[in-house]
């Protein structure tokens, strides 16, 4: 619109920034490190109130210090009652993100019966377990929910049966979740690539720790963009995802792999 002399340019109504939360109130599980602390700091910045949630209390107070709105909360999403207990210390939700997970090296034959049954409590009955006690707090707000997949959940990745598994799983429950409350709440998924995180550097020193760099570097070219991604690339997708600019997005798994499964 033209203004001519004269008038007041106050009158005009202030443009709201994008991308904003503010009121929201979020909870990120795994949240006191790698994607969930950087989407922790993410949704701040865009003016949530957040609830750390992780199974390392010391850590989740840690981050909550330095946001300006935040409270820490200790929870093992593995257990049921953990998790009741602690959905329960809230009394409203905007916005929920299943970030918590662990990984696992092995083909099928080398994967033991307990480390496979451990690797699915914690990257999908948590995911059950979390989302089932949220839900009341999500219809009544119409709120959101971003899941932390995997490209793994794509494509089979060698070594990686028990994990690629796990977030198949991830995938399928975020659609059936779309289908069953489309018009109430909206569910997505973010499919990450390799990101440089603790994750990552633990596994290296765990399994390749006389050839991390080699291996490193392996990382690194099957993502053609040539670099490993880091946790904001990640969270910044999960916050356009909780805003209502992302309004028609609902059942949708968005890859964030610097092309790894396009190629």
């Known amino acids: 619109m033209r203004l001519d002399a004269g008038e007041n340019v106050e009158a005009l109504p202030e443009k709201r920034a994008p991308y904003r939360l503010d009121g929201k109130i979020a909870l990120v599980t795994g949240g006191a490190s790698g994607i969930g602390a950087a989407t922790c700091r993410a949704l701040s910045d865009a003016g949530a109130f957040i609830v750390v949630a992780d199974i390392n209390g010391t850590a989740a107070v840690e981050l909550a210090k330095t ?21 329960a210390t809230i009394k409203t939700l905007d916005i929920l993100i299943n970030n918590a997970g662990i990984g696992l090296v092995g083909d099928i034959l080398s994967t033991a019966e307990e480390d496979f049954d451990r690797l699915m409590s914690v990257n999908v009955r948590s995911l059950y377990l979390v989302t089932r006690a949220a839900l009341p707090y999500l219809l009544a707000s119409r709120g959101c929910i971003v899941n932390i997949g995997s490209v793994a959940g794509f494509v089979g ?5 028990a994990y690629c598994a796990s977030k198949g799983a991830v995938l399928a429950m975020t659609r059936q979740l779309a289908v069953d409350y489309p018009k109430e709440l909206r569910v997505n998924c973010v499919a990450p690539g390799t990101v440089d995180t603790p994750f990552v550097h633990g596994y290296l020193e765990r399994f390749h720790s006389h050839e991390k760099e080699k291996v490193r570097m392996d990382l690194i070219a099957r993502q ?6 880091v946790p904001e690339d990640v969270a910044q997708l999960v916050r356009f995802l909780c805003s209502t600019e992302a309004a028609f997005i609902n059942g949708a798994i968005l890859p964030i792999d610097g092309g790894w499964t396009a190629a």
């Open 67 to 87: 946001l300006p709105q935040a409270e820490p909360l200790e929870m093992n999403v593995a257990d049921a009652v953990s998790v009741r207990a602690g959905i």
């Open 157 to 161: 990745v060698k070594q990686r049966f």
């Open 224 to 229: 053609p963009i040539g670099r490993l991604g």
